[in-house]
């Protein structure tokens, strides 16, 4: 079974940091894109930041926000940090289909993903 599960979620006071973490299943993602969503309360769903062996960031969290993968462990992470009250959402994780060259910024490319974790910026 294909799955991706987020940890890390939760509350911090603006200005803090937070790390989520993201451990990939049942096939070979080695040579999948990873990518960050986020979706806020009443919003769609939009792109955070990917990683195919480089990194692709959205311009709201350029600067803040760090991808990184481990290969070895099936593991996806996003850095988050100077989080910001905007940067309320749950969070997704999603996998592309292997080998496959699409819009790195576009949900559709991609077919795997958790069920999301929320993170929560407010003094």
């Known amino acids: 079974q294909v799955q991706l599960v987020e940890s890390g979620g939760g509350s911090v006071q603006p200005g803090g940091s937070l790390r989520l973490s993201c451990a990939a299943s049942?096939?070979?993602?080695?040579?999948?894109?990873m990518g960050w969503f986020r979706q806020a309360l009443g919003m769609e769903r939009v792109f955070v930041a990917a990683?195919?062996?480089?990194?692709y960031y959205a311009d709201s969290v350029r600067g803040r926000f760090t991808i990184s993968r481990d290969y070895a462990k099936n593991m996806v992470y996003l850095q988050m940090n100077s989080l910001k009250p905007e940067d309320t959402a749950v969070y997704y994780c999603?996998?592309?289909?292997?080998?496959?060259?699409?819009?790195?910024?576009?949900?559709?490319?991609?077919?795997?993903w958790g069920q999301g974790t929320q993170v929560t910026v407010s003094s």
């Open positions: 999603a996998a592309a289909p292997p080998g496959t060259l699409f819009d790195k910024s576009r949900s559709a490319g991609y077919d795997v």
């Open positions: 990683e195919d062996r480089f990194r």
């Open positions: 049942g096939r070979t993602f080695s040579s999948s894109t």
